[in-house]
């Protein structure tokens, strides 16, 4: 398998406009998350995914940024519009389950560095 | 509100000497225990992890110690690497709810 997949890997664009982040998770895997990392808060868990439906998305800044799972193997985070102070490196993962154990550990996607201007 | 903390940004330590990165945390909830590791322009990789139950998990060079009382994980590397030159990010969970630290940035000059 590939790995994590997003796309773009970096995406430079304008305040106020509409910026959509992919992934595409580990073939097989059940839950799907979207981190954001910032220098002042490492790593913030933005929403996850179970079997394609949304579980939490209490992490989600504000009513600006959705995320959707269509299928299995396809999920895409949207900004709109956007703000500077949303810059940041966003991380998807994915992961067999939420155990305990370490077969169901995360594994993350390259990232999409995202700058806002 | 960050429930999980590494208070030093960087760390600097001489090749074949010791590595030791400090994580501590607020929710005495958290269960499990995870170190990751992330070079520049990948994402972060599984490193080591600690369920609560223990003190102590060890994998090669790699040690991490738990302080349930005092809430403050360790990793601890040795002897450390060139190689060992990354930002590492200790994340804590308890059921559905995995929070990360802002990182340390780990730099073992040859």
């Known amino acids: 398998d590939a790995g994590v997949i997003q796309s773009p890997r970096h995406e430079v664009t304008e305040m106020g406009q509409e910026v959509t982040l992919r992934c595409k998770p580990i073939s097989g895997h059940d839950y799907l998350f979207w981190y954001r990392q910032t220098m002042m808060r490492g790593l913030e868990l933005l929403i996850y995914f179970n079997n394609n439906v949304p579980i939490d998305d209490s992490g989600m800044p504000e009513d600006r940024f959705s995320a959707k799972m269509p299928n299995a193997s396809f999920s895409t985070l949207k900004i709109q519009p956007s703000e500077p102070r949303d810059s940041a490196v966003y991380f998807c993962a994915s992961s067999l389950a939420l155990g305990r154990q370490e077969t169901d550990t995360q594994y993350f996607g390259p990232g999409t560095r995202l700058t806002v201007l | 509100d960050q429930q999980v903390k590494q208070n030093s940004p960087s760390l600097s330590v001489q090749e074949g000497r010791i590595s030791i990165l400090n994580c501590d945390y607020t929710?005495?909830?958290?269960?499990?225990f995870l170190w990751y590791k992330k070079y520049p322009a990948e994402g972060p990789t599984f490193l080591i992890s600690i369920s609560s139950i223990k003190d102590k998990n060890e994998d090669g060079r790699f040690t991490v110690f738990l302080n349930k009382s005092a809430k403050h994980l360790s990793l601890h590397i040795v002897p450390s690497q060139p190689g060992d030159s990354a930002v590492y990010f200790c994340a804590a969970s308890e059921g559905n709810d995995m929070r990360f630290g802002a990182g340390t940035r780990l730099t073992v000059k040859p």
């Open positions: 929710n005495s909830m958290f269960d499990y």
